[in-house]
Protein backbone atom coordinates (compact mmCIF):
# COMPACT_ATOMS: atom_id res chain seq x y z
CA UNK A 1 0.00 0.00 0.00
CA UNK A 2 3.20 2.20 0.50
CA UNK A 3 4.13 1.44 -2.73
CA UNK A 4 0.78 2.17 -4.17
CA UNK A 5 0.81 5.49 -2.87
CA UNK A 6 4.67 6.60 -3.74
CA UNK A 7 3.23 5.68 -7.82
CA UNK A 8 0.44 8.07 -7.91
CA UNK A 9 1.38 11.32 -6.77
CA UNK A 10 -1.81 12.78 -7.62
CA UNK A 11 -2.61 11.20 -4.11
CA UNK A 12 -0.97 13.24 -1.83
CA UNK A 13 -1.85 13.83 1.59
CA UNK A 14 -4.43 17.02 1.83
CA UNK A 15 -5.78 18.47 5.26
CA UNK A 16 -9.21 16.80 5.63
CA UNK A 17 -11.64 19.26 7.22
CA UNK A 18 -15.00 18.85 8.50
CA UNK A 19 -17.43 19.07 5.31
CA UNK A 20 -20.68 21.56 5.41
CA UNK A 21 -23.80 19.95 6.28
CA UNK A 22 -25.16 19.73 3.23
CA UNK A 23 -22.28 17.07 2.46
CA UNK A 24 -23.25 15.08 5.61
CA UNK A 25 -26.66 14.94 5.16
CA UNK A 26 -26.11 13.71 1.16
CA UNK A 27 -23.63 11.40 2.08
CA UNK A 28 -25.64 9.59 5.12
CA UNK A 29 -28.48 9.21 2.59
CA UNK A 30 -26.13 7.24 0.49
CA UNK A 31 -25.22 5.42 3.41
CA UNK A 32 -28.55 4.51 4.61
CA UNK A 33 -29.81 3.53 1.28
CA UNK A 34 -26.84 0.94 1.21
CA UNK A 35 -26.77 -0.53 4.88
CA UNK A 36 -30.41 -0.03 5.58
CA UNK A 37 -32.16 -3.37 3.74
CA UNK A 38 -28.78 -5.27 4.99
CA UNK A 39 -29.16 -4.14 8.66
CA UNK A 40 -32.74 -5.43 8.54
CA UNK A 41 -31.45 -8.68 7.55
CA UNK A 42 -28.84 -9.17 9.97
CA UNK A 43 -30.92 -7.63 13.02
CA UNK A 44 -33.83 -9.41 11.31
CA UNK A 45 -32.15 -12.82 11.67
CA UNK A 46 -32.58 -11.93 15.67
CA UNK A 47 -35.97 -12.04 15.87
CA UNK A 48 -38.23 -14.62 15.56
CA UNK A 49 -40.63 -15.77 12.79
CA UNK A 50 -43.86 -15.26 14.59
CA UNK A 51 -42.14 -11.64 15.79
CA UNK A 52 -41.58 -10.91 11.81
CA UNK A 53 -45.05 -11.85 10.87
CA UNK A 54 -47.01 -9.67 13.33
CA UNK A 55 -44.25 -6.57 12.52
CA UNK A 56 -42.67 -6.76 9.77
CA UNK A 57 -40.49 -3.76 10.09
CA UNK A 58 -39.85 -4.13 13.55
CA UNK A 59 -36.79 -4.60 15.95
CA UNK A 60 -36.29 -7.56 17.74
CA UNK A 61 -37.94 -7.83 21.03
CA UNK A 62 -36.85 -9.99 22.87
CA UNK A 63 -33.19 -10.30 21.22
CA UNK A 64 -32.83 -14.38 20.17
CA UNK A 65 -29.32 -15.50 19.56
CA UNK A 66 -31.20 -19.45 18.39
CA UNK A 67 -31.11 -18.62 14.95
CA UNK A 68 -27.48 -18.36 14.31
CA UNK A 69 -26.91 -20.56 16.62
CA UNK A 70 -29.19 -22.99 14.47
CA UNK A 71 -27.27 -21.72 11.40
CA UNK A 72 -24.06 -22.52 12.93
CA UNK A 73 -24.37 -26.13 14.18
CA UNK A 74 -26.82 -27.50 11.99
CA UNK A 75 -27.20 -26.13 8.28
CA UNK A 76 -23.55 -27.15 6.50
CA UNK A 77 -22.75 -23.45 7.00
CA UNK A 78 -19.20 -24.41 7.88
CA UNK A 79 -18.76 -27.34 5.44
CA UNK A 80 -20.15 -24.35 2.14
CA UNK A 81 -17.64 -22.27 3.92
CA UNK A 82 -14.83 -24.33 3.81
CA UNK A 83 -15.57 -25.14 0.18
CA UNK A 84 -15.92 -21.59 -1.00
CA UNK A 85 -12.34 -20.80 1.00
CA UNK A 86 -10.77 -23.22 -0.49
CA UNK A 87 -12.58 -22.61 -4.09
CA UNK A 88 -12.06 -18.85 -4.14
CA UNK A 89 -8.60 -19.40 -3.18
CA UNK A 90 -7.21 -21.73 -5.79
CA UNK A 91 -9.12 -19.22 -8.18
CA UNK A 92 -7.31 -16.51 -7.09
CA UNK A 93 -3.72 -18.46 -7.12
CA UNK A 94 -4.32 -19.62 -10.80
CA UNK A 95 -5.32 -16.30 -11.93
CA UNK A 96 -1.88 -14.28 -9.66
CA UNK A 97 0.56 -17.09 -11.00
CA UNK A 98 -1.04 -17.84 -14.81
CA UNK A 99 -1.67 -14.12 -15.43
CA UNK A 100 1.41 -12.55 -14.06
CA UNK A 101 3.74 -14.95 -15.90
CA UNK A 102 1.15 -14.13 -19.23
CA UNK A 103 1.56 -10.26 -18.55
CA UNK A 104 5.21 -10.71 -17.62
CA UNK A 105 6.07 -11.66 -21.13
CA UNK A 106 3.78 -9.14 -22.86
CA UNK A 107 5.11 -6.81 -20.69
CA UNK A 108 8.65 -7.08 -21.20
CA UNK A 109 9.60 -9.50 -24.34
CA UNK A 110 9.79 -7.80 -27.74
CA UNK A 111 8.92 -10.31 -29.97
CA UNK A 112 6.93 -11.11 -33.28
CA UNK A 113 3.16 -11.77 -32.34
CA UNK A 114 2.81 -9.85 -29.12
CA UNK A 115 -0.11 -7.44 -29.79
CA UNK A 116 -1.54 -10.10 -31.44
CA UNK A 117 -1.21 -12.64 -28.41
CA UNK A 118 -2.27 -9.38 -25.95
CA UNK A 119 -5.40 -8.87 -28.61
CA UNK A 120 -6.04 -12.52 -28.51
CA UNK A 121 -6.23 -12.16 -24.31
CA UNK A 122 -8.30 -9.25 -24.37
CA UNK A 123 -10.61 -10.98 -26.99
CA UNK A 124 -11.97 -12.57 -23.59
CA UNK A 125 -12.94 -9.60 -22.16
CA UNK A 126 -16.13 -9.27 -24.70
CA UNK A 127 -17.13 -12.96 -23.94
CA UNK A 128 -19.93 -13.50 -21.59
CA UNK A 129 -19.04 -15.89 -19.28
CA UNK A 130 -22.45 -17.16 -18.94
CA UNK A 131 -23.05 -17.80 -22.70
CA UNK A 132 -20.28 -20.51 -22.20
CA UNK A 133 -21.80 -22.37 -19.62
CA UNK A 134 -23.90 -25.13 -20.93
CA UNK A 135 -21.29 -26.46 -23.22
CA UNK A 136 -18.59 -25.63 -20.62
CA UNK A 137 -20.94 -28.20 -18.23
CA UNK A 138 -20.82 -30.92 -21.39
CA UNK A 139 -16.83 -30.47 -21.59
CA UNK A 140 -16.02 -30.59 -18.22
CA UNK A 141 -18.22 -34.02 -17.41
CA UNK A 142 -16.35 -35.53 -20.24
CA UNK A 143 -13.39 -34.86 -18.50
CA UNK A 144 -15.31 -36.79 -15.87
CA UNK A 145 -14.93 -33.19 -13.25
CA UNK A 146 -18.06 -32.80 -12.74
CA UNK A 147 -18.48 -32.40 -8.46
CA UNK A 148 -14.93 -31.41 -7.94
CA UNK A 149 -13.07 -28.56 -6.89
CA UNK A 150 -11.57 -28.50 -10.19
CA UNK A 151 -14.53 -27.99 -12.42
CA UNK A 152 -15.27 -24.05 -10.54
CA UNK A 153 -12.16 -23.33 -10.46
CA UNK A 154 -10.11 -24.02 -13.74
CA UNK A 155 -13.19 -22.06 -15.64
CA UNK A 156 -13.20 -19.31 -13.44
CA UNK A 157 -9.14 -19.00 -13.52
CA UNK A 158 -9.95 -18.96 -17.47
CA UNK A 159 -12.24 -16.26 -17.35
CA UNK A 160 -10.46 -14.04 -15.02
CA UNK A 161 -7.51 -13.66 -16.88
CA UNK A 162 -8.60 -11.49 -19.73
CA UNK A 163 -8.86 -8.79 -17.14
CA UNK A 164 -6.07 -9.76 -14.78
CA UNK A 165 -3.69 -9.04 -18.13
CA UNK A 166 -5.38 -5.87 -18.45
CA UNK A 167 -4.59 -4.70 -15.45
CA UNK A 168 -1.05 -5.93 -15.02
CA UNK A 169 0.45 -5.48 -18.14
CA UNK A 170 1.07 -2.01 -18.17
CA UNK A 171 1.60 -2.15 -14.66
CA UNK A 172 4.74 -4.38 -15.68
CA UNK A 173 5.29 -2.01 -18.59
CA UNK A 174 5.76 0.81 -16.16
CA UNK A 175 8.81 -0.52 -14.13
CA UNK A 176 11.69 1.36 -15.68
CA UNK A 177 13.86 -0.51 -18.04
CA UNK A 178 16.80 0.60 -15.89
CA UNK A 179 16.05 -1.40 -13.20
CA UNK A 180 16.62 -4.97 -15.39
CA UNK A 181 19.59 -3.40 -17.36
CA UNK A 182 20.83 -3.19 -13.96
CA UNK A 183 19.79 -6.48 -12.61
CA UNK A 184 21.31 -7.68 -15.74
CA UNK A 185 24.56 -6.55 -14.86
CA UNK A 186 24.51 -7.59 -11.93
CA UNK A 187 23.99 -11.12 -13.74
CA UNK A 188 20.12 -11.59 -13.04
CA UNK A 189 18.47 -13.12 -15.78
CA UNK A 190 15.32 -12.27 -16.76
CA UNK A 191 13.24 -14.61 -14.65
CA UNK A 192 15.03 -13.92 -11.91
CA UNK A 193 14.58 -10.65 -12.72
CA UNK A 194 10.81 -11.60 -12.65
CA UNK A 195 11.14 -13.21 -9.20
CA UNK A 196 13.27 -10.76 -7.16
CA UNK A 197 12.58 -7.11 -8.47
CA UNK A 198 9.33 -7.34 -10.80
CA UNK A 199 6.79 -9.11 -8.43
CA UNK A 200 7.84 -7.12 -5.13
CA UNK A 201 7.16 -4.02 -7.16
CA UNK A 202 4.23 -4.97 -8.91
CA UNK A 203 2.18 -6.31 -5.12
CA UNK A 204 -0.27 -3.41 -5.48
CA UNK A 205 -1.65 -4.35 -8.66
CA UNK A 206 -0.88 -8.18 -7.80
CA UNK A 207 -3.42 -7.75 -4.79
CA UNK A 208 -6.08 -5.72 -6.57
CA UNK A 209 -5.88 -9.04 -9.63
CA UNK A 210 -6.10 -11.45 -6.57
CA UNK A 211 -8.89 -9.30 -4.79
CA UNK A 212 -11.01 -8.73 -8.10
CA UNK A 213 -10.37 -12.77 -8.64
CA UNK A 214 -11.27 -14.12 -4.89
CA UNK A 215 -14.18 -12.02 -4.63
CA UNK A 216 -15.90 -12.82 -8.00
CA UNK A 217 -15.12 -16.86 -7.01
CA UNK A 218 -16.54 -16.17 -3.57
CA UNK A 219 -19.59 -14.92 -4.82
CA UNK A 220 -20.44 -17.56 -8.22
CA UNK A 221 -23.31 -18.53 -8.62
CA UNK A 222 -24.01 -20.08 -11.58
CA UNK A 223 -20.87 -22.37 -12.77
CA UNK A 224 -21.19 -23.74 -9.16
CA UNK A 225 -25.10 -24.39 -9.51
CA UNK A 226 -24.40 -26.75 -12.17
CA UNK A 227 -21.08 -28.33 -11.76
CA UNK A 228 -21.83 -29.01 -8.19
CA UNK A 229 -24.84 -31.06 -7.74
CA UNK A 230 -22.89 -32.85 -4.56
CA UNK A 231 -24.61 -30.79 -1.84
CA UNK A 232 -21.22 -32.01 0.44
CA UNK A 233 -18.96 -29.81 -2.05
CA UNK A 234 -21.87 -26.86 -2.55
CA UNK A 235 -20.33 -22.99 -1.81
CA UNK A 236 -22.18 -20.92 0.49
CA UNK A 237 -23.94 -18.88 -2.20
CA UNK A 238 -25.42 -22.52 -2.92
CA UNK A 239 -25.93 -22.86 0.52
CA UNK A 240 -28.19 -19.78 1.02
CA UNK A 241 -30.13 -20.13 -1.95
CA UNK A 242 -30.77 -24.39 -0.38
CA UNK A 243 -31.81 -22.79 2.64
CA UNK A 244 -33.77 -20.04 1.39
CA UNK A 245 -36.07 -22.35 -0.74
CA UNK A 246 -36.06 -25.58 1.77
CA UNK A 247 -37.02 -23.81 4.89
CA UNK A 248 -39.29 -21.22 3.11
CA UNK A 249 -41.62 -20.51 6.23
CA UNK A 250 -38.60 -20.15 8.53
CA UNK A 251 -38.43 -16.67 7.80
CA UNK A 252 -36.13 -15.97 11.30
CA UNK A 253 -33.32 -18.52 9.86
CA UNK A 254 -33.22 -17.80 5.95
CA UNK A 255 -32.61 -14.32 7.14
CA UNK A 256 -29.95 -15.31 10.13
CA UNK A 257 -28.38 -17.41 7.24
CA UNK A 258 -28.22 -14.92 5.05
CA UNK A 259 -26.59 -12.26 7.29
CA UNK A 260 -23.46 -15.27 8.17
CA UNK A 261 -23.15 -15.87 4.27
CA UNK A 262 -22.17 -12.00 3.86
CA UNK A 263 -20.53 -11.46 7.02
CA UNK A 264 -16.72 -13.15 5.32
CA UNK A 265 -17.47 -10.86 2.51
CA UNK A 266 -17.86 -7.48 4.32
CA UNK A 267 -15.27 -8.24 6.71
CA UNK A 268 -12.72 -9.01 3.48
CA UNK A 269 -13.72 -6.07 1.82
CA UNK A 270 -13.58 -3.92 4.89
CA UNK A 271 -9.71 -4.46 4.69
CA UNK A 272 -9.15 -4.48 1.01
CA UNK A 273 -11.22 -1.39 0.14
CA UNK A 274 -8.52 0.88 -0.25
CA UNK A 275 -6.41 -1.56 -2.37
CA UNK A 276 -8.91 -1.79 -4.78
CA UNK A 277 -9.75 2.05 -5.59
CA UNK A 278 -6.39 2.10 -5.46
CA UNK A 279 -5.73 -0.28 -8.11
CA UNK A 280 -7.87 0.63 -10.14
CA UNK A 281 -6.40 3.52 -11.10
CA UNK A 282 -3.93 2.69 -13.40
CA UNK A 283 -6.77 0.18 -15.65
CA UNK A 284 -8.75 3.28 -15.68
CA UNK A 285 -6.63 5.75 -16.32
CA UNK A 286 -7.80 8.86 -18.53
CA UNK B 1 16.17 -20.46 -8.47
CA UNK B 2 19.85 -19.35 -9.23
CA UNK B 3 20.23 -15.68 -10.90
CA UNK B 4 23.55 -16.04 -12.84
CA UNK B 5 23.07 -16.27 -16.16
CA UNK B 6 26.22 -15.98 -18.10
CA UNK B 7 24.56 -15.20 -21.73
CA UNK B 8 23.28 -12.16 -20.82
CA UNK B 9 26.65 -11.21 -19.39
CA UNK B 10 28.83 -8.87 -21.38
CA UNK B 11 31.58 -11.21 -21.61
CA UNK B 12 34.25 -7.99 -21.61
CA UNK B 13 33.17 -7.54 -18.29
CA UNK B 14 32.86 -4.01 -16.79
CA UNK B 15 35.32 -2.59 -19.40
CA UNK B 16 32.75 -2.32 -22.04
CA UNK B 17 29.40 -2.01 -19.98
CA UNK B 18 26.92 0.70 -21.76
CA UNK B 19 26.34 3.91 -20.33
CA UNK B 20 23.20 4.15 -18.00
CA UNK B 21 19.96 4.30 -19.92
CA UNK B 22 21.54 2.54 -23.35
CA UNK B 23 20.68 -1.29 -24.30
CA UNK B 24 23.18 -3.14 -23.70
CA UNK B 25 25.74 -3.66 -26.05
CA UNK B 26 25.56 -6.09 -29.53
CA UNK B 27 26.85 -9.76 -28.29
CA UNK B 28 28.97 -11.94 -31.05
CA UNK B 29 26.29 -13.79 -33.04
CA UNK B 30 26.90 -17.46 -31.55
CA UNK B 31 25.55 -15.80 -28.22
CA UNK B 32 23.06 -13.98 -29.88
CA UNK B 33 21.53 -17.31 -31.08
CA UNK B 34 21.72 -18.91 -28.05
CA UNK B 35 20.14 -15.43 -26.28
CA UNK B 36 17.00 -15.75 -29.25
CA UNK B 37 16.33 -19.59 -28.34
CA UNK B 38 16.32 -19.00 -24.56
CA UNK B 39 13.98 -16.04 -25.14
CA UNK B 40 11.74 -17.69 -26.93
CA UNK B 41 11.98 -20.96 -24.42
CA UNK B 42 10.73 -18.33 -21.80
CA UNK B 43 8.70 -17.02 -23.70
CA UNK B 44 6.54 -20.24 -25.01
CA UNK B 45 6.98 -21.45 -21.36
CA UNK B 46 5.76 -18.74 -19.72
CA UNK B 47 2.56 -17.86 -21.73
CA UNK B 48 1.60 -21.69 -22.36
CA UNK B 49 -0.34 -22.43 -19.14
CA UNK B 50 -2.12 -19.08 -19.60
CA UNK B 51 -2.95 -19.35 -23.13
CA UNK B 52 -3.68 -23.56 -22.70
CA UNK B 53 -6.69 -22.48 -19.81
CA UNK B 54 -7.71 -19.86 -21.71
CA UNK B 55 -7.86 -21.50 -24.78
CA UNK B 56 -9.41 -24.69 -23.50
CA UNK B 57 -12.15 -23.12 -20.68
CA UNK B 58 -12.94 -19.88 -23.07
CA UNK B 59 -12.65 -20.31 -26.44
CA UNK B 60 -13.56 -24.10 -26.86
CA UNK B 61 -16.60 -24.12 -24.88
CA UNK B 62 -17.86 -21.27 -27.19
CA UNK B 63 -16.60 -23.16 -30.29
CA UNK B 64 -19.03 -26.43 -28.81
CA UNK B 65 -21.79 -24.27 -28.08
CA UNK B 66 -21.94 -23.37 -31.99
CA UNK B 67 -21.63 -27.14 -33.30
CA UNK B 68 -24.40 -28.35 -30.66
CA UNK B 69 -26.84 -25.54 -31.72
CA UNK B 70 -27.35 -26.99 -34.87
CA UNK B 71 -28.73 -30.61 -33.49
CA UNK B 72 -31.66 -31.23 -31.76
CA UNK B 73 -29.67 -33.07 -28.47
CA UNK B 74 -31.08 -34.42 -25.15
CA UNK B 75 -27.02 -34.40 -24.40
CA UNK B 76 -26.82 -38.23 -24.39
CA UNK B 77 -24.51 -39.90 -26.48
CA UNK B 78 -22.80 -37.59 -29.37
CA UNK B 79 -25.19 -35.52 -31.06
CA UNK B 80 -26.68 -37.22 -34.50
CA UNK B 81 -29.62 -34.81 -35.00
CA UNK B 82 -29.07 -32.04 -37.49
CA UNK B 83 -31.51 -29.99 -37.88
CA UNK B 84 -29.47 -26.58 -39.30
CA UNK B 85 -30.90 -23.54 -37.98
CA UNK B 86 -33.96 -24.74 -36.51
CA UNK B 87 -33.30 -24.26 -32.94
CA UNK B 88 -32.61 -20.81 -33.44
CA UNK B 89 -35.77 -20.07 -35.14
CA UNK B 90 -37.71 -21.55 -32.67
CA UNK B 91 -36.14 -19.36 -30.37
CA UNK B 92 -37.10 -16.18 -31.89
CA UNK B 93 -40.53 -17.81 -32.36
CA UNK B 94 -40.91 -17.99 -28.66
CA UNK B 95 -42.69 -15.46 -27.24
CA UNK B 96 -41.05 -15.65 -23.94
CA UNK B 97 -37.48 -15.77 -25.37
CA UNK B 98 -38.50 -12.29 -27.15
CA UNK B 99 -40.01 -11.22 -23.66
CA UNK B 100 -35.94 -12.45 -22.36
CA UNK B 101 -34.90 -10.06 -24.93
CA UNK B 102 -37.15 -7.24 -24.09
CA UNK B 103 -36.35 -7.65 -20.51
CA UNK B 104 -32.44 -7.45 -21.13
CA UNK B 105 -32.84 -4.39 -22.94
CA UNK B 106 -34.45 -2.78 -20.07
CA UNK B 107 -32.07 -3.98 -17.80
CA UNK B 108 -29.55 -2.64 -19.99
CA UNK B 109 -30.83 0.98 -20.53
CA UNK B 110 -32.13 0.86 -17.49
CA UNK B 111 -28.87 0.25 -15.87
CA UNK B 112 -26.77 2.91 -17.60
CA UNK B 113 -29.43 6.00 -17.64
CA UNK B 114 -30.55 5.19 -13.60
CA UNK B 115 -27.08 3.85 -11.68
CA UNK B 116 -24.94 6.51 -14.59
CA UNK B 117 -26.22 9.83 -13.10
CA UNK B 118 -26.75 8.24 -9.52
CA UNK B 119 -23.22 7.34 -9.31
CA UNK B 120 -21.49 10.37 -11.11
CA UNK B 121 -23.29 12.30 -8.05
CA UNK B 122 -22.24 10.02 -5.13
CA UNK B 123 -18.84 10.03 -6.15
CA UNK B 124 -18.17 13.50 -6.95
CA UNK B 125 -19.82 13.75 -3.46
CA UNK B 126 -17.79 11.09 -1.47
CA UNK B 127 -14.35 12.61 -3.62
CA UNK B 128 -15.10 15.88 -1.39
CA UNK B 129 -12.50 16.25 1.28
CA UNK B 130 -14.46 15.88 4.45
CA UNK B 131 -14.44 13.96 8.16
CA UNK B 132 -15.64 10.48 7.80
CA UNK B 133 -15.19 10.05 3.85
CA UNK B 134 -13.71 7.08 4.02
CA UNK B 135 -16.68 5.16 6.28
CA UNK B 136 -19.36 6.53 3.80
CA UNK B 137 -17.19 5.27 0.89
CA UNK B 138 -16.97 1.68 2.68
CA UNK B 139 -20.89 1.92 3.51
CA UNK B 140 -21.51 3.24 -0.25
CA UNK B 141 -20.06 -0.34 -1.59
CA UNK B 142 -21.67 -2.67 0.58
CA UNK B 143 -24.02 -3.61 -2.12
CA UNK B 144 -21.53 -4.23 -4.55
CA UNK B 145 -19.36 -6.33 -2.20
CA UNK B 146 -22.25 -8.46 -1.59
CA UNK B 147 -22.90 -12.12 -3.49
CA UNK B 148 -25.40 -11.54 -6.00
CA UNK B 149 -27.47 -14.71 -4.16
CA UNK B 150 -27.36 -12.72 -0.77
CA UNK B 151 -29.03 -9.68 -2.47
CA UNK B 152 -31.46 -11.30 -3.96
CA UNK B 153 -32.54 -13.65 -1.22
CA UNK B 154 -32.51 -10.38 1.08
CA UNK B 155 -34.43 -8.29 -1.47
CA UNK B 156 -37.01 -11.15 -1.83
CA UNK B 157 -37.71 -11.17 1.65
CA UNK B 158 -38.15 -7.80 2.16
CA UNK B 159 -40.26 -7.40 -1.17
CA UNK B 160 -42.34 -10.26 0.07
CA UNK B 161 -45.96 -9.85 0.04
CA UNK B 162 -46.95 -7.98 3.72
CA UNK B 163 -42.90 -8.06 3.93
CA UNK B 164 -41.06 -5.26 5.40
CA UNK B 165 -41.15 -2.91 2.79
CA UNK B 166 -45.15 -2.95 2.34
CA UNK B 167 -45.09 -2.10 5.96
CA UNK B 168 -42.88 0.90 5.73
CA UNK B 169 -45.14 2.17 2.78
CA UNK B 170 -48.44 1.50 5.07
CA UNK B 171 -47.11 3.04 8.06
CA UNK B 172 -45.82 6.44 6.58
CA UNK B 173 -49.36 6.68 5.00
CA UNK B 174 -48.38 5.31 1.77
CA UNK B 175 -50.46 1.76 2.02
CA UNK B 176 -51.69 2.74 -1.95
CA UNK B 177 -48.83 1.85 -3.77
CA UNK B 178 -48.40 -1.64 -2.16
CA UNK B 179 -47.42 -4.11 -5.29
CA UNK B 180 -47.35 -8.04 -5.00
CA UNK B 181 -43.51 -6.78 -5.80
CA UNK B 182 -42.00 -9.60 -7.43
CA UNK B 183 -45.72 -11.92 -8.67
CA UNK B 184 -47.13 -8.77 -10.63
CA UNK B 185 -46.27 -9.57 -13.97
CA UNK B 186 -46.47 -6.28 -15.19
CA UNK B 187 -44.08 -5.30 -12.35
CA UNK B 188 -41.71 -7.84 -11.27
CA UNK B 189 -39.15 -6.34 -14.39
CA UNK B 190 -38.96 -3.32 -12.61
CA UNK B 191 -38.76 -4.11 -9.36
CA UNK B 192 -35.84 -6.21 -10.52
CA UNK B 193 -33.97 -3.20 -11.90
CA UNK B 194 -34.80 -1.75 -8.65
CA UNK B 195 -32.85 -4.47 -7.16
CA UNK B 196 -29.56 -4.59 -9.61
CA UNK B 197 -29.63 -0.95 -9.67
CA UNK B 198 -29.08 -1.14 -6.08
CA UNK B 199 -26.88 -3.90 -6.38
CA UNK B 200 -24.64 -2.41 -9.25
CA UNK B 201 -24.28 1.45 -8.47
CA UNK B 202 -21.58 0.51 -5.86
CA UNK B 203 -19.66 -0.63 -9.05
CA UNK B 204 -19.87 2.41 -11.06
CA UNK B 205 -19.05 4.63 -7.85
CA UNK B 206 -15.90 2.59 -7.62
CA UNK B 207 -14.81 3.42 -11.17
CA UNK B 208 -15.74 6.79 -11.20
CA UNK B 209 -13.42 7.73 -7.83
CA UNK B 210 -10.77 5.34 -9.37
CA UNK B 211 -11.02 7.55 -11.92
CA UNK B 212 -11.38 11.02 -10.41
CA UNK B 213 -8.27 9.93 -8.29
CA UNK B 214 -6.22 10.72 -11.14
CA UNK B 215 -8.15 13.93 -11.73
CA UNK B 216 -4.88 16.28 -10.75
CA UNK B 217 -5.57 18.31 -8.09
CA UNK B 218 -3.80 21.04 -9.79
CA UNK B 219 -6.48 21.67 -12.35
CA UNK B 220 -8.87 22.19 -9.88
CA UNK B 221 -7.09 24.36 -7.48
CA UNK B 222 -6.43 26.48 -10.78
CA UNK B 223 -9.72 26.81 -11.69
CA UNK B 224 -11.02 27.84 -8.21
CA UNK B 225 -8.26 30.52 -7.71
CA UNK B 226 -9.67 31.99 -11.21
CA UNK B 227 -13.11 32.05 -9.22
CA UNK B 228 -14.61 29.14 -10.98
CA UNK B 229 -17.90 27.58 -8.42
CA UNK B 230 -17.53 24.07 -7.03
CA UNK B 231 -20.22 23.39 -9.46
CA UNK B 232 -18.48 24.91 -12.79
CA UNK B 233 -15.00 22.93 -11.52
CA UNK B 234 -17.15 19.72 -11.87
CA UNK B 235 -19.19 20.61 -14.96
CA UNK B 236 -15.84 22.16 -16.49
CA UNK B 237 -12.67 20.48 -15.77
CA UNK B 238 -13.23 16.75 -13.95
CA UNK B 239 -16.52 15.67 -15.88
CA UNK B 240 -14.16 16.04 -19.45
CA UNK B 241 -11.33 14.15 -17.96
CA UNK B 242 -14.12 11.42 -16.54
CA UNK B 243 -14.77 10.66 -20.05
CA UNK B 244 -12.80 7.54 -20.54
CA UNK B 245 -13.45 5.86 -16.90
CA UNK B 246 -17.38 6.91 -18.20
CA UNK B 247 -17.29 5.01 -21.23
CA UNK B 248 -15.49 1.39 -19.88
CA UNK B 249 -18.17 1.62 -16.73
CA UNK B 250 -20.79 1.82 -19.46
CA UNK B 251 -19.36 -1.21 -21.95
CA UNK B 252 -19.04 -3.44 -18.73
CA UNK B 253 -22.30 -2.39 -17.07
CA UNK B 254 -23.78 -2.83 -20.71
CA UNK B 255 -21.88 -6.44 -21.12
CA UNK B 256 -22.71 -7.79 -17.51
CA UNK B 257 -26.68 -6.33 -17.69
CA UNK B 258 -26.81 -8.51 -20.94
CA UNK B 259 -25.86 -11.77 -19.42
CA UNK B 260 -27.45 -11.00 -15.97
CA UNK B 261 -28.58 -14.29 -14.04
CA UNK B 262 -27.60 -14.57 -9.98
CA UNK B 263 -29.98 -11.88 -9.16
CA UNK B 264 -33.26 -12.80 -11.67
CA UNK B 265 -33.05 -16.50 -10.47
CA UNK B 266 -32.97 -16.64 -6.80
CA UNK B 267 -35.37 -13.93 -6.87
CA UNK B 268 -37.91 -13.54 -8.90
CA UNK B 269 -40.54 -16.54 -8.83
CA UNK B 270 -40.06 -20.17 -11.10
CA UNK B 271 -43.54 -19.22 -12.06
CA UNK B 272 -43.30 -15.95 -13.02
CA UNK B 273 -40.32 -16.42 -14.91
CA UNK B 274 -41.24 -18.95 -17.31
CA UNK B 275 -44.13 -16.90 -18.00
CA UNK B 276 -41.39 -14.27 -19.70
CA UNK B 277 -42.32 -11.58 -17.20
CA UNK B 278 -38.95 -11.59 -15.54
CA UNK B 279 -36.83 -14.16 -17.99
CA UNK B 280 -33.54 -12.67 -19.42
CA UNK B 281 -31.47 -14.50 -22.15
CA UNK B 282 -29.22 -16.39 -19.59
CA UNK B 283 -32.24 -17.54 -17.15
CA UNK B 284 -34.09 -18.71 -20.11
CA UNK B 285 -30.73 -20.27 -21.87
CA UNK B 286 -30.67 -22.31 -18.31
CA UNK B 287 -34.01 -23.28 -18.00
CA UNK B 288 -34.10 -24.55 -21.24
CA UNK B 289 -30.72 -26.07 -22.17
CA UNK B 290 -30.02 -27.35 -18.36
CA UNK B 291 -33.21 -28.12 -16.50
CA UNK B 292 -35.28 -29.42 -19.36
CA UNK B 293 -32.52 -30.77 -20.55
CA UNK B 294 -32.81 -29.34 -24.32
CA UNK B 295 -29.28 -29.11 -25.06
CA UNK B 296 -28.94 -28.46 -28.56
CA UNK B 297 -31.56 -25.76 -27.98
CA UNK B 298 -30.10 -23.77 -25.05
CA UNK B 299 -26.55 -23.59 -26.99
CA UNK B 300 -28.71 -21.83 -29.38
CA UNK B 301 -30.10 -19.18 -27.10
CA UNK B 302 -26.00 -18.93 -25.59
CA UNK B 303 -24.80 -18.40 -29.29
CA UNK B 304 -27.56 -15.49 -29.48
CA UNK B 305 -26.55 -14.10 -26.32
CA UNK B 306 -23.11 -14.36 -27.54
CA UNK B 307 -23.69 -12.33 -30.67
CA UNK B 308 -25.62 -9.77 -29.16
CA UNK B 309 -23.06 -9.37 -26.38
CA UNK B 310 -20.24 -9.54 -29.24
CA UNK B 311 -22.25 -7.19 -31.78
CA UNK B 312 -22.77 -4.92 -28.65
CA UNK B 313 -19.03 -4.54 -27.59
CA UNK B 314 -17.67 -4.11 -31.54
CA UNK B 315 -20.60 -1.24 -31.97
CA UNK B 316 -20.04 0.16 -28.67
CA UNK B 317 -15.84 0.11 -28.65
CA UNK B 318 -16.11 1.57 -33.05
CA UNK B 319 -18.42 4.72 -31.77
CA UNK B 320 -17.05 5.03 -27.66
CA UNK B 321 -14.29 3.38 -26.93
CA UNK B 322 -11.66 3.68 -29.51
CA UNK B 323 -9.54 6.29 -27.92
CA UNK B 324 -9.64 5.02 -24.59
CA UNK B 325 -8.62 1.52 -25.93
CA UNK B 326 -5.38 2.58 -27.76
CA UNK B 327 -4.70 4.46 -24.63
CA UNK B 328 -4.93 1.22 -23.02
CA UNK B 329 -3.12 -1.14 -25.36
CA UNK B 330 -0.11 0.73 -26.07
CA UNK B 331 -0.23 1.31 -21.84
CA UNK B 332 0.14 4.95 -22.29
CA UNK B 333 -2.14 7.39 -20.97
CA UNK B 334 -3.55 9.98 -23.65
Redo the contacts between chains.
Keep these: MTANATL?P???R??????NPL??G??LA??A???V??L??II?GFRTTPQIVA???GLPDPWVFDNYARVLTQSGFWTQAFNSAVIALGTTL?VV???V??A????R?T?RGR?V???F??L?L??????????????LRDMNLINSYFAVM??Q???A??LT??IL??FL??IPR?LE?AA?????????FL??IMLPLSRPALVTVGILAF?AS??A??LPL?VLGDASLHT???G??NF?SQYTSD?AG??AF?SL??LP??L???FA?KQ???G??G???? | ?????PT??DPAG?AS??P??L??VRRPSKDRAAETRR??Y??IG??T???V??V???????G??LY?SLFRWR?VGPPTEYIGFDNYVMAFQDPIFLDALRNNAIIVFGSLLLQGPVALG?AL??N??????TL????????Y??????VG??????LTP???L???LQ?IGLGGLVQAWLADLDIVIWTLLFVLT?KYV?FAI??L???L?????ELNEAAAIDGASWWQIQRHVTLP?????IR?WMFLSM?GS??V??VI??TSVPAVRSLGASATM?TY??DN??FARL?GY??AV??I??VI??VA??LFQRFLLRR?IQ???T?R??
Excluded at chain 1, 184 to 192: F, H, K, V, W, Y
Aim: hydrophobic share 55%; with cysteine.
Design positions: SSRRRPVSWGTYLAVAVSIPVYVGNPAGLLGCAFVLAYFELYTFTGLFPAGAAILPLYLMLPIAFLPIVRPSAEDAIDGTGRLGWRVWNFLLLPLVQSTILTAMALFFTEIVGLQAVKG | MTATNTLGAPAGRPKWEILTPAIVYTFVLVPMFAYGVLLRHFRGRFRLLAFVPVLAEVTIMWKLINGSDALSWGILLAGSNVPQLLGPTIILQFDWVAMVGFWGNAVLFSFALDGATGAN
